[in-house]
């Protein structure tokens, strides 16, 4: 099966022949992949070279001249390094654009922090209008990109090497339901969350979307007031979303994820799965103590 | 896109495109609470008059033409000048002025290109405008479109490192719809030793150097052939 990061550029190079809005800004990373399409459409594949700052502004600048531009490299050199960008060129200046990262939280587990970026769908939440798509499967990551390039506004794709087994609804889905609690998987965790609920009486919801948040289809499955998200970044990101899509009633939330401590250990994406809590012996055991506190 | 109802007192002023560079003064004096960037705005005023006056294909006509030439603000600091520019080349009523800064005004101390007709950027933090002219001007090519692209920096703003990665890149990719004017007061903390027209040159850049006061010769800079390069005027004031 191919890679999520190999079916965006199969799919992106594709479209760059069908859709003459479209326009892609590398700063080197994943360049090789659109190689081809980059003779086809010298214009409109960019690498600018190791530049994030400029990534960022030339997407924003593409966008002022008419485009759709997609931008791309690691979480970390495309969210964290050029924030301020991303505020001004997009945001204050109201433009869209397509992000679409690679690396996620800990897919380069080897390495280490500087490659890692948990806190990408935390700092967007510190910025209005971003519709946020964190794929659990190549499948639905090419869904939810075609669906952003067409869209005209401003779009995060976090795409990963973790991923599920078998391809999901590219939307807010019910995988179960229950009556002791909502669990919300999130993207490429779905898999460890189902192993995880397998013997318990909960309601398990799927989203490869997180922004904006499934707050209709938590409410109208709710069924008891504890929910257990699991989310493949920054643990708790999601726990302000949760609460105010349930403020009208009581509600008891446990927000899973990747510690915000540093795990200065390398190995494996699998040894960092464990390592923060979320395979599915290690999400059992927190939802059960979650659900008899 | 910019939806705005603009009222002020009827016949107060002259008519659209009756003003000249004689007004300016008067017409960015009635801005008054940022006299701490008077310098900064007064040092702009002259470059962006020869620009609108005489080289961008831009007007309030066909200020959302594809085809019109761009002008990117990047000092969006002290942008009285810009304002009194846009004003009397008819952008914006210039009744408009007399409300700069306030609650409900569009015109902020910084410009916010979703109030103000004529404003194509948002700016006030340094160093954001020529990196968006760079992508501006990969658009346009990409498009086929005639547009030029214009930027104006000042020679303090150069001290962000984000224009660089804009400068090395323009000049790697030929961006000959790229054009800046840097406002060179000296206000750079550390100066640029040699000259700031040196590191467009190593980078591949067509530059000029001119008095900042003489419309004639940045007039001349300005209009100056430059293929295959993009284009930088180094205005002293």
Redesign the interface.
Do not use: K, M
């Given at each position: 099966m191919d890679t999520m990061r190999e079916r965006f550029a199969a799919v992106t190079s594709r479209l760059l022949d069908e859709d003459p809005r479209l326009?892609v800004?590398l700063a080197v990373i994943t360049s090789d992949s659109f190689a081809d399409a980059g003779r086809r459409h010298p214009?409109?594949v960019?690498d600018?070279?190791i530049?994030e700052?400029?990534l960022i502004?030339?997407?924003?600048?593409?966008?002022?001249?008419?485009?759709r531009?997609v931008a791309h490299t690691f979480a970390s050199f495309l969210v964290e390094r050029p924030f301020?960008?991303i505020k001004?060129?997009l945001n204050?200046?109201?433009v869209g654009a397509v992000l679409v990262s690679a690396g996620a939280s800990y897919d380069m587990s080897a390495g280490g922090r500087t490659h890692q970026s948990p806190g990408d769908v935390a700092l967007l939440d510190t910025l209005p209008g971003w519709t946020v798509h964190v794929p659990g499967h190549p499948d639905e990551a090419e869904t939810l990109l075609r669906e952003a390039y067409q869209a005209e506004g401003r779009v995060y794709v976090r795409l990963s090497t973790e991923t599920n087994e078998q391809p999901l609804p590219a939307k807010p889905t019910v995988l179960k339901r229950g009556r002791r609690g909502t669990v919300v998987a999130v993207g490429p965790l779905a898999d460890p969350v189902l192993a995880a609920t397998s013997d318990l009486d909960v309601t398990v919801l799927y989203t490869p979307t997180v922004r904006p948040f499934p707050a209709q289809l938590l409410r109208e499955t709710l069924a008891a007031p504890e929910v257990i998200l699991v989310e493949p970044y920054l643990a708790g990101t999601s726990i302000p979303a949760t609460a105010r899509a349930l403020s009208g009633q009581p509600t008891r939330i446990l927000g899973l994820g990747v510690a915000s401590k540093e795990l200065r250990h390398y190995g494996t994406p699998g040894d960092h799965q464990k390592a923060h809590g979320l395979d599915p012996s290690s999400l059992h055991r927190s939802i059960t103590d979650f659900l008899t506190a | 896109m910019k939806d705005i109802v603009l009222e002020g007192p009827a016949g107060s002023g002259k008519a659209h495109g009756e003003y000249g560079y004689d007004d300016l003064r008067a017409l960015m004096s009635r801005q008054t609470g940022d006299e701490k960037h008077d310098r900064a705005a007064t040092s702009t005023l002259d470059a962006l008059w020869v620009l609108y006056d005489k080289v961008l294909r831009v007007s309030p006509a066909t200020a959302e033409d594809?085809e019109r030439d761009?002008f990117y603000l990047s000092k969006g600091h002290g942008p009285m000048a810009y304002y009194a520019v846009l004003a009397a080349k008819g952008f914006f009523p210039a009744d408009v002025l007399d409300g700069f800064g306030g609650f409900d005004s569009i015109l902020g101390r910084h410009p916010?290109?979703?109030l103000v007709p004529g404003v194509?950027?948002?700016s006030g933090?340094l160093g954001?405008g020529l990196?968006?002219?760079?992508?501006?001007?990969?658009?346009?090519?990409?498009?086929r479109?005639p547009s030029r692209v214009w930027v104006l920096v000042g020679d303090g703003e150069l001290d962000e490192?984000?224009n660089h990665?804009?400068i090395?890149?323009a000049g790697?990719a030929r961006l000959d719809n790229l054009h800046v004017v840097v406002i060179d007061n000296a206000s750079a903390m550390h100066g640029w030793p040699g000259g700031i027209e040196r590191r467009f040159a190593f980078e591949g850049w067509s530059t000029a150097r001119v008095n900042g006061r003489d419309h004639a010769a940045l007039t001349e800079a300005f209009t100056m052939a430059h293929p295959e390069q993009p284009h930088v005027v180094v205005a002293e004031v």
């Open positions: 326009a800004v214009d409109r960019i600018l070279g530049r700052q400029l502004s030339t997407a924003g600048g593409l966008a002022l001249a008419g485009l531009p301020e960008q001004l060129d204050h200046l109201d | 594809d761009r916010d290109r979703t194509e950027i948002s933090s954001h990196p968006l002219a760079v992508g501006t001007a990969l658009g346009l090519r990409a498009r479109l490192g984000s990665e804009a090395t890149y790697r």
